[in-house]
């Protein structure tokens, strides 16, 4: 595959390691009275869509950048890339 | 200044080089090395009178070239200051940014061709899964070798400098004079 | 003798090989087929099954038949295809699948016993008694199963491996192929234009048809002429694209030598990655045959074959001049044949269509409306039965060159679930129009095959797929060519009672299918694994579309409503070692060498991996008979004096800015932000789960520039976690971080007399207890000014220091130091002996962070702060987890020379050891040179409440048993004086 990096253009998915879904972002906020009924949720359960489906990888052999990948699980289909980094954060601080 | 003899990363005392077909890969020690990082909010700054390139670029003035390794980062190189305290010197000039000493974290092989940029287009074909457009003269990147991490560096047309991690210098040279012998050998 | 005149062989380059050890000639530009057709050898090798004698029927890669053994001993290569091994100077080649002469094998009595072998027969066959299968049949099946055999020896040919990127990469060199790649070459596109042959021109070679006023071959070589004169165009010779993967990845394998002699320096072949942004599959067609009774004998090959060996290797199909060859068609391409064969002076028994108004082209007879229903000839073609107005005659032949019309190849096409669409005007299936992006289907591929087609074709693919790239390709100047007729009628296979191929290379007949048919096995997945149709080498590439035909017939379904199978990689068979990339024995993945490692091998160090590292195990000296008196002493050596150990593979994590304080106070579960300047801490990374991740110790070397230390076997995974911590959950802290594990030679001196040591080599530099106490660092300069850093942090318990210089300097220090402390005693230890030590220390290494434990467990609970957020600490805090009352201890065994194996099960002793009354298991053991005896960690159940009980610890493995006390981790200085004198 290739991965569309945002700064890099075209890279082969090779240089990348892959993290999984991106919901990882969304780290629950750890003082929350239900913390760790949420964070059971956020380290156990995944959603595994056969579709479009949001993935964090990591450009290990390139500049170190996490990129949420957009990718269709059916047909490895790439509909784009952000740069983590510049994504809103919507865990709790 | 201390006594103590230092080795080259392919653990000798002589740098090495070698002559295979149009191209010379040679070992080369006498750069310093250093990472800069700018914090939040910073603008880049202009060490030795540095443009610090864009993503994918590299920049040269004088003795002093950068180039890009990351968003807002940026790996330094110094010509002639491997045996100083190189990142002192770029963090006097880039105050309150990140610096890292990174002089002995990377080995750095130049490949030279005498026959301009094929044979090492060529090279590269063997060696690296980039378009050779991303390692035109000027450009910068980091890339997978042999399931090493390198970074490739066109200064020239028929000059390319190649830095990987120091640990692995044994086994990036092997890749490249391997690499370069077999490419002699059908030519 | 049957060669013929003209020719794309080089007459003047004569090669001399050898088949079953006879010597024969051919020339340069021959086809180990091309070249034992020209010498009269018709037999070439047995079927699969039946043993069936068996012939050349291809002239290209989609061979069933022809599978040769190339050379011998290691380089030996079974089931080489004779039709693409070109030909080259000494090229021995044996067949394959009999036992005795090929004349008269042995096994051919399974040719009698056929009825056994119908289709599912080994489903049937071998399904009871049960316990026969492991004994008897599977031996059995492995024995009889495959064609040629594997040398079993070391492969000691050279592979390579490479990655290309091109606008446009064009799979396939004939008629359209070619035209696609000038059209895109011409426009400046970078284009790489790959073919599986030696010589591109593709069924071009084959034909006699004139392009303009001149032979095919003159236009194919005039336009690769223009081609490698283009610097934008490559032209790849002998690479077979063999997979279609995502995003315009292609693999491909180039034979750099296969043509050639062996050699042990030329690299056999190359592994290309091609990633190209379009790609023209332009690879042609494969022509299909028409199954009849006794349709197998040698002499009996396909048409265009036959026009091929003619034309293009003036190669005649039979084994006497002046055997006359017979042609069976359903349509006007078996006439083609016809004509080449009257044209170069081949007899011509006729034309045997099954068209009752079959045209004639030619001076050659024609049996309108006729099938050709049996044949005689043991090991090659002497008749063939003609069946005519129900009349049947036998007629001498010898050969029989059979048209029953071309199926797109377009195999590389439908390797991402497209499936090929059913045309009816073409009786063929053409290229799935979902197949995968960016891939454009020319010429006859695209069942566009008529050679004027093909070429407009050819340019149309290239300037399509360049439009989309935003090029411009200007139309091409395209050779003139009078078509031939091309009209057949859908006829599939001549009914009969006894045996018609379909798929040669298995053995799968009209009647295989028919009973698979009958036993309800129908779809075509299941007539596939119910009569083995498709598998094996070949794939079923000339037997596919043969069969579901039949089938189609069978269920009185259409073609279309049966289905097609699709495909996937590889299109032909792959050398593994090829996939390898060449790279074997020591290079087999590249390796890490700290910066002491020459001297290390001067000092005659054994050598360890730990991942990529090698690092220095043990240092013998002269005298030491066995690897545990070494340990023995470099670990006491350590406890009495002092000892050097190279520490540089452990992870070093430069972080600085004005929140890394704050960011390592939220990575590590104890606190970080409360660690003054110019100290170190031990910290505890655990994963979001609440488990342990990774320790190391954590050193402030400013306000806002800390380094991090990982495991050596965690390096890169921590790495990526604090990255990922830092640009995925609190982009908004102000924090950067680099990896700097080898800028800096560190070595560890421990030992009482360590500080003595150092000592010598600081400059001016206070190492007191009181200026310098434990967990201290500094940035300092060593040996007359050399930079440093100095910890005073200790993995093995005794007063012990790191020392961290830049890494060129890494072996010149270590010399210095082993010079400077001789007379102390100093003594380089390697990882058995830091082993050792720590193990004696109880100190945490990978064994005691497995991925299974926590902090409570390595009796660290109360590390993991309370007090603020950090990741895991939320999850460590689970009842389960926090609950946990396993914790870390020592063992003794009962008999001290005995060692318990790390792994081993604890146990209360005296209870039957049970799942449900394991109480733990020991991670790391070794002999304490400390204690006089073997010691072992371990996690026991409540085991702080037990110290002094004895328990078992079982290895039921291996049926061992051991009783040993419990006892604290720390069996060296459990209060740490030591490391704090």
């Known amino acids: 595959m290739l991965i569309p990096h945002p700064l890099l253009g075209l890279r082969d998915s090779q240089e990348f390691t892959y993290l999984g879904d991106a919901s990882l972002m969304n780290r629950p906020d750890p003082a929350s009275p239900s913390a760790e009924a949420e964070f059971c949720d956020y380290v156990f359960l995944r959603d595994n869509p056969a579709g479009v489906h949001r993935e964090l990888w990591f450009h290990e052999q390139g500049d170190r950048s996490w990129l949420v990948v957009t990718r269709n699980t059916l047909t490895h289909e790439i509909l784009g890339a952000e740069l983590a980094r510049t994504l809103p954060v919507r865990g709790a601080e | 200044m201390t006594d103590l003899i230092p080795l080259t990363a392919l653990g000798a005392t002589d740098l090495r080089s070698e002559r295979l077909g149009a191209l010379t890969i040679a070992e080369d020690d006498s750069y310093g090395l250093a990472s800069l990082t700018l914090r939040k909010g910073q603008n880049a700054p202009t060490p030795f009178g540095l443009i610090l390139p864009a993503a994918g670029f590299a920049a040269q003035s004088g003795r002093t070239s950068a180039i890009w390794t990351g968003p807002d980062q940026w790996l330094v190189l110094g010509n002639g200051q491997g045996q100083t305290d190189f990142a002192a010197q770029v963090l006097a000039q880039t105050p309150n940014t990140s610096v890292t000493e990174q002089t002995d974290g990377f080995v750095c092989f130049e490949i030279r061709s005498d026959a301009g940029g094929p044979p090492i287009a060529a090279l590269m074909s063997k060696l690296v899964n980039l378009p050779p457009e991303t390692y035109a003269t000027g450009r910068a990147t980091r890339t997978g070798l042999d399931h090493m991490t390198v970074f490739l560096y066109r200064r020239e047309e028929g000059h390319l400098s190649v830095l990987g991690l120091r640990s692995y210098a044994g086994s990036l040279w092997h890749a490249l004079a391997t690499a370069a012998e077999r490419l002699a050998q059908a030519a | 003798m049957t060669r013929l005149n003209g020719g794309l062989i080089d007459r003047t380059t004569p090669l001399s090989f050898s088949f079953n050890g006879k010597s024969y000639q051919g020339f340069k530009g021959d086809t180990l087929a091309s070249a034992l057709l020209a010498n009269g050898v018709q037999l070439v090798g047995r079927s699969f099954k039946y043993h069936r004698p068996r012939g050349i029927f291809t002239s290209g890669s989609e061979e069933p038949n022809a599978l040769v053994t190339l050379h011998n001993g290691a380089r030996s290569e079974p089931n080489t295809r ?251 391409d078996g006439h083609r044949t016809a004509l080449d064969l009257l044209g170069k002076g081949v007899p011509v028994l006729g034309v045997i269509d099954t068209r009752p108004d079959a045209p004639v082209f030619g001076r050659y007879k024609v049996f309108a409306g006729a099938t050709v229903t049996g044949t005689k000839g043991r090991l090659g073609l002497q008749a063939i039965q003609i069946r005519q107005n129900g009349q049947a005659t036998w007629l001498e032949a010898g050969a029989l060159g059979v048209a029953g019309g071309w199926n797109p190849n377009v195999h590389l096409a439908s390797h991402h679930r497209g499936r090929p669409v059913w045309d009816e005007g073409r009786l063929a299936f053409l290229p799935p129009s979902d197949g995968p992006k960016g891939m454009f289907p020319a010429g006859a591929a695209a069942g566009n095959g008529a050679t004027g087609v093909a070429f407009a074709d050819g340019m149309r693919a290239a300037q399509q797929a360049l439009t989309e790239l935003g090029m411009t390709a200007r139309n091409i100047p395209l050779p003139h060519v ?188 104890n606190t970080m932000a409360t660690l003054k300047v110019g100290m170190v801490r031990y910290g505890l990374m655990l994963r979001e789960d609440g488990h342990l991740f990774d320790d190391g110790t954590c050193a402030r070397l400013a306000e806002d520039h800390f380094v991090v230390t990982t495991t050596t076997a965690n390096a890169g995974a921590v790495y990526r976690h604090l990255e990922f911590a830092h640009q995925c959950l609190w982009p908004d802290l102000d924090v950067q971080m680099i990896s700097t594990t080898d800028a800096w030679a560190q070595i560890a001196v421990a030992g009482p007399k360590s500080r003595q040591l150092l000592q010598r080599i600081v400059d001016s530099f206070d190492l007191s207890n009181e200026a310098f106490p434990f967990m201290a660092c500094a940035a300092l300069s060593v040996c007359g000014g050399l930079r440093a850093r100095l910890f005073r942090i200790s993995f093995s318990g005794e007063l012990a220091y790191e020392i961290a210089v830049p890494a060129r300097y890494g072996h010149a220090l270590i010399e210095r130091l082993m010079t400077l402390g001789a007379d102390l005693g100093v003594t380089p230890y390697g990882t058995e002996a830091l082993a050792v030590l720590r193990i004696e220390k109880g100190h945490a290494a990978g064994a005691e962070l497995n991925g299974q434990t926590t902090a409570q467990m390595l009796g660290l609970g109360k590390m993991v702060s309370a007090k603020k957020d950090s990741i895991g600490a939320v ?52 002999y304490s040179p400390h204690v006089g005896s073997y010691i072992a960690l371990g996690y026991l159940e409540n085991g702080h409440d037990r110290l002094g009980e004895v328990i078992t610890a079982a290895n039921p493995l291996e049926g061992q048993s051991f009783v040993a006390k419990v006892v604290s981790a720390h069996l060296v200085d459990p209060e740490g004086g030591r490391l704090r004198d």
Request: glycine residues 8%; negative net charge.
């Open chain 3, 82 to 332: 004779a039709t693409v091994t070109e030909l080259f100077d000494g090229l021995q080649a044996t067949s394959q699948n009999h036992i005795g002469p090929l004349e008269r094998d042995l096994l051919a009595i399974n040719d009698r016993l056929a009825p056994l072998f119908a289709a599912g027969f080994y489903y049937k066959t071998f399904m009871w008694p049960r316990a026969f299968w492991e004994k008897l049949y599977e031996p059995l099946i492995r024995k009889a199963a495959g064609l040629g055999a594997l040398s079993t020896l070391p492969d000691p040919a050279t592979y390579d491996k490479g990655f290309l990127h091109c606008d446009l990469l064009v799979i396939g060199g004939g008629a359209a192929g070619l035209v696609a790649a000038l059209t895109a070459g011409r426009a400046g596109a970078s284009v790489i234009l790959a073919d599986e042959d030696f010589r591109f021109g593709g069924r071009l070679l084959a034909e006699s048809d004139l392009l303009d006023d001149s032979w095919p071959s003159e236009w194919v070589d005039r336009t690769c002429a223009e081609l490698a004169s283009l610097p934008n165009v490559r032209l790849m010779p002998r690479t077979t694209v063999f997979g279609t993967y995502d995003h315009g990845i292609f693999g491909a394998v180039e034979r750099v030598s296969d043509h050639l002699p062996p050699s042990d320096e030329a690299v056999r072949q190359t592994l290309w990655r091609i990633t190209a942004k379009r790609s023209v599959l332009a690879t042609g067609a494969i022509e299909r045959h028409i199954p009849f009774q006794d349709n197998d004998r040698p002499g009996i090959m396909l048409a265009g074959a036959i026009r091929a060996y003619v034309n293009r290797w003036a190669s005649a199909p039979t084994r006497n001049a002046d055997d006359p060859v017979a042609i069976f068609t359903n349509g006007d």
């Open chain 3, 482 to 669: 009078t078509d031939t007729p091309n009209a057949q009628a859908p006829y599939w296979h001549v009914p009969t009672t006894k045996r018609a191929w379909v798929d040669f290379q298995n053995d799968v007949t009209v009647k295989d299918i028919a009973l698979a048919h009958k036993e309800n096995m129908r779809p075509v997945e299941h007539l596939k694994r119910w009569t083995t149709l498709g598998m094996a080498t070949d794939q079923g590439k000339t037997a596919n579309i043969s069969a579901l035909a039949v089938m189609a017939e069978l269920t009185g379904a259409t073609i279309p409503e049966t289905g097609t199978t699709i495909f996937r990689p590889p299109y032909t068979g792959v050398t593994l070692s090829v996939l390898g990339g060449g790279d074997t024995g020591r290079h087999f993945r590249p390796y890490r060498l700290t910066p002491t490692h020459a001297w290390a091998k001067a000092q005659g160090a054994t050598f360890t991996e730990v991942g990529p590292w090698m690092r220095a195990q043990y240092f013998p000296r002269d005298g030491e008979s066995h690897w545990r008196q070494t340990v023995d002493r470099e670990v006491q050596s350590v406890r009495k004096d002092a000892g050097l150990c190279d520490v540089t593979t452990l992870g070093k994590i430069d972080v600085q800015g004005p929140d890394a304080a704050e960011f390592l106070n939220r990575i590590y579960a």
């Open chain 3, 875 to 926: 999850m460590s805090r689970r009842e389960g987890l926090a609950q946990d009352g396993r914790h870390l201890v020592g063992l003794l065994p009962l008999e001290p020379q005995s060692q318990i194996p790390a792994g081993s099960h604890l146990f209360t002793r005296g209870v039957a050891q049970t799942m449900q009354t394991d109480q733990g298991w020991v991670t790391s053991s070794c």
